[in-house]
T-cell receptor, first 111, second 115 residues
């Protein structure tokens, strides 16, 4: 399983774009990159997943460079409700493969 | 998206008693379910992998006789914390794997407090 490294914490203000970068130097060929959001006392919630280049959905974008050794989660115009812990996971999450959570990034959004 | 439920959402028990936590996939069949434990301000730690109809695979350091896992059907896995002690107090989270999609769906978690 690829090990991931993320900043422990980030601070932002409402309305700003937030970019959280995750490095995963030993990513394997068939590994996907998945980001989850977790609020206190709740289970993680899927945000976005990608394999290469750029993926966008209604809540976030995921940028993956050609070498796939890192990825950046972009949250446009954050609000107070985006204050949460964000986890970057690398691996093939289907077919019974286990996920290993790193330390995650605590994002704090203020007014 | 697929929904995973857990019951109960929180439980308080006396030291020495056993507690059962249920994890259900509500609208899909989960070939594999995972059990995690999360202590305050810490990340999720995988405890075991549960496959329907077979014995669970436990992570290193997790006592299989203390944390009993039963995956009797494709929609239900249970975790029983036997002879619970205060140090077992934690947030227990399950996730379910559809198998066909490269995604895991997490339950809302169960807060266990052992007095």
């Amino acid at each position: 399983l690829a090990k991931t490294t993320q900043p422990i914490s980030m601070d932002s203000y409402e309305g700003q774009e937030v970019n959280i970068t995750c490095s995963h130097n030993n990513i394997a060929t068939n590994d996907y990159i998945t980001w989850y959001q977790q609020f206190p006392s709740q289970g993680p919630r899927f945000i976005i997943q990608g394999y290469k280049t750029k993926v966008t959905n209604e809540v976030a974008s995921l940028f993956i460079p050609a070498d796939r050794k890192s990825s950046t989660l972009s949250l446009p115009r954050v609000s107070l409700s985006d204050t949460a812990v964000y986890y970057c996971l690398v691996g093939f999450t289907g077919g019974g493969n286990k996920l290993t959570f790193g330390t995650g990034t605590q994002l704090k959004v203020e007014l | 998206g697929a929904v995973v439920s857990q019951h109960p959402s929180r439980v308080i028990c006396k030291s020495g008693t056993s507690v059962k936590i249920e994890c259900r996939s509500l609208d899909f069949q989960a070939t594999t379910m995972f059990w995690y434990r999360q202590f305050p301000k810490q990340s999720l730690m995988l405890m075991a992998t549960s496959n329907e109809g077979s014995k669970a695979t436990y992570e290193q350091g997790v006592e299989k006789d203390k944390f009993l896992i039963n995956h009797a059907s494709l929609t239900l896995s249970t975790l029983t914390v036997t002879s619970a002690h205060p140090e077992d107090s934690s947030f227990y989270i399950c996730s379910a794997d559809w198998g066909e999609y490269n995604e895991q769906f997490f339950g809302p978690g169960t807060r266990l407090t052992v007095l």
